[in-house]
């Protein structure tokens, strides 16, 4: 069996990050536990489990209406979960503990929460009504109230760092679709996330511009940012995951690294569903 | 032939033609009535149009509409949002004023304000244990001018509401979602994401309100509202030139109209930013 890329502590990349000096095991990033999910009848989650260290890159896979959206939904609490339990850096999404009862969370608390998790969207959205940059500078001026000049400035970097220096002034309507995505990236990480979530971020894009959005992200994941893709992209998969997880039937069917579960996957539904993506 | 431009004869429209010329008819003998007509008298509404009592009651209907489009679409923003809200409280309270207000004639609404001392004589804020804080008699607290403003920005917040309303719910879903995933608040969201959005949707009937809230001004006068018409009333009351009175405050209704449409032009093309590129492309 091959080697896993994050498990090893011996790895620079998440192993090292997983043990911190003083030699306890850190809390894992996302740890989800028999994660639930109703829309009306329809279980769309019927008990989740999955744990991202760290500085750990997880691919999530899975056929059409899996649950993949919903899962990535439910950890920055864009929807309520119905049971089980998930954790983001050890707190608890939604809720707060006090003795052996829950409490739910205030709007303001909720949004508090949010800031340290970074979502990327299918369908990109961007503020139209809002240059590139200002879609940037926003959150970190009005909801972190940092000074203006600061947040410009990272701002600029940001769209530096994504390869669009020169698109500053742009509105959305005036950009491709994977130079929106790459705002739409820079725009996530201006608010320092700890965490970086991402929705297919390239299934809208032409083909030829899937390429640049993909650069970006595994420049992310080179500089440490844990993330949680869900993506149909093989190719990215394979090369920059540490864990990859399988989705099916509201389940995590199958999980590890990119070559056992993209390779050597041990469950028929893996491979029926690999034999038709790849 | 140059072969880059066709030359075709063009499709005669015989009935378009026929048409036009019977409006023009029409267009015709209707001016040459109404220039007959002994009692338009050009010269009365020369010497009215610029009067200084004219140009007060001008200001008072632009001072009217100015008001009651501000204080209306402030209310309207609020009701829309209740309407929207999860408290199903709130939510029945904005439907009931809305339903109230917009279920009842303006005229009836205005005229009740006017004679709002006739169901309240005195108005009185008292808290107990501190006593009386305000009393005064109603006809000293709301006069004419303060009715006319009441009932026309309470009917303006019932109609506008529905109006933000429908803005709102045109705003893009993913739009909140990726506010709230920035850590946006609820409130901030609405603010600076989902209303400078929906304002697209809002401005053009909001225009079309602000056009019929300047006309609305005038029925005002029924409780003596200092506005234009109020004004041109009473002149006609003295001097029985109400033709030529009638046509001074059309012509200038039609001008502040007129204003109006040039200034929605460029509010709308403001807030339509990024939703189309501005010609001559990037700034
Ligand atoms: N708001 C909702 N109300 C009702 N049903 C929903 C809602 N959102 C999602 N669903 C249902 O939940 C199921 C899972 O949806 P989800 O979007 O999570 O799938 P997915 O794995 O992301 O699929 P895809 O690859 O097509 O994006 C689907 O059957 C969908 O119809
Ligand atoms: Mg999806």
């Known amino acids: 069996m091959s080697e896993p890329k994050g498990g090893a502590v011996s790895e620079p990349k998440g192993g090292a990050v997983n043990v911190p000096k003083g030699g306890a095991v850190s809390v894992p990033m996302v740890s989800a536990e028999g994660v639930r999910k109703r829309y009306g009848g329809h279980e769309v989650l019927c008990g989740v489990d999955l744990r991202i260290a760290p500085g750990e890159v997880c691919c999530l896979l899975g056929p059409s209406g899996s649950g993949k959206s ?43 929460r949010r800031r340290e998790i970074g979502m990327v969207f299918q369908r990109f959205n961007l503020f139209p009504h809002l240059t590139a940059l200002q879609n940037i500078t926003e959150a970190p001026l009005r909801v972190l109230r940092e000074p203006a000049g600061e947040v410009r400035e990272r701002a600029l970097a940001l769209l530096e760092r994504v390869g669009l220096a020169d698109k500053a002034a742009a509105f959305p309507a005036q950009l491709s679709g994977g130079q929106q995505q790459r705002v739409a990236i ?85 491979r029926a569903f690999l034999s038709k993506v790849l | 032939m140059d072969p880059t431009s066709v030359r075709a004869v063009p499709v005669r429209h015989y009935g378009r033609w026929a048409g036009a010329a019977v409006l023009v008819v029409i267009a015709v003998l209707f001016f040459r009535a109404l220039l007959d007509s002994p009692n338009l008298e050009p010269a009365t509404i020369g010497q009215y149009l610029f009067k200084d ?46 339903w109230f207000f917009r279920g009842t004639p303006l005229l009836v609404q205005i005229i009740f304000w006017g004679f709002l001392g006739a169901l309240f004589p005195r108005i009185t804020l008292s808290v107990p244990f501190v006593g009386t804080l305000f009393d005064q008699p109603t006809s000293v607290v709301v006069s004419g001018t303060t009715a006319a403003i009441l009932a ?96 001074v405050a059309a012509l200038w209704y039609l001008a502040l109209v007129s204003v109006l449409s040039v200034a929605q032009f460029f509010v709308e093309r403001r807030f339509g930013r990024g939703f189309a590129a501005p010609r001559g492309g990037l700034r």
Not at chain 1, 83 to 108: I, K, M, T
Not at chain 1, 193 to 219: I, N, Q, W
Not at chain 2, 54 to 73: E, F, K, P, S
């Open chain 1, 70 to 112: 919903t899962f990535l939904r439910c950890v920055n609490h864009l929807e309520t979960v119905d049971g089980g339990s998930l954790r983001v850096d050890g707190a608890l999404v939604g809720y707060v503990q006090r003795g052996d009862r829950l409490f739910e969370l205030r709007p303001r608390e909720v949004a508090a």
């Open chain 1, 186 to 270: 820079a725009r996530a990480l201006a608010m320092r996330p700890k965490l970086m979530l991402f929705d297919e971020p390239t299934s809208a894009l032409d083909p030829e511009l899937v390429g640049d959005v993909l650069e970006v992200m595994r420049g992310l994941a080179a500089d440490g940012m844990t993330m949680l893709v869900v993506t149909h992209e093989m190719g990215f998969a394979r090369e920059v995951a540490d864990t990859v997880a399988f989705l099916d039937g509201g389940r995590v069917v199958e999980s590890g690294s990119p070559d056992e579960v993209l390779v050597n996957p041990r469950h028929e539904r893996t």
């Open chain 2, 53 to 98: 009592y004219v140009l007060h009651g001008v200001g008072v209907t632009l001072l009217l509409t100015a008001v009651a489009m501000v204080l209306g679409t402030a209310g309207a923003v609020v009701l829309a949002v209740l309407r929207l809200s999860a408290n199903p409280v709130l939510r029945g309270g904005a439907w009931a004023f809305i």
């Open chain 2, 152 to 247: 026309l920005s309470l009917n303006e917040m019932a109609y506008a509401a529905e109006i933000v309303r429908g803005g709102i719910l045109s705003v893009d879903r993913g739009q909140t979602e990726a506010a709230h995933a920035l850590g946006m608040s609820p409130a901030l969201t609405m603010r600076r994401i989902v209303l400078p959005q929906a304002m697209r949707v809002i401005i053009p009937p909001m225009g079309n309100e602000t056009i019929t809230m300047l006309k609305s001004t005038a029925l005002v006068s029924v409780i003596a509202g200092h506005d234009l018409m109020t004004v041109v009333q009473g002149v006609y009351g003295n001097n029985y030139k109400v033709i030529p009175l009638l046509v």
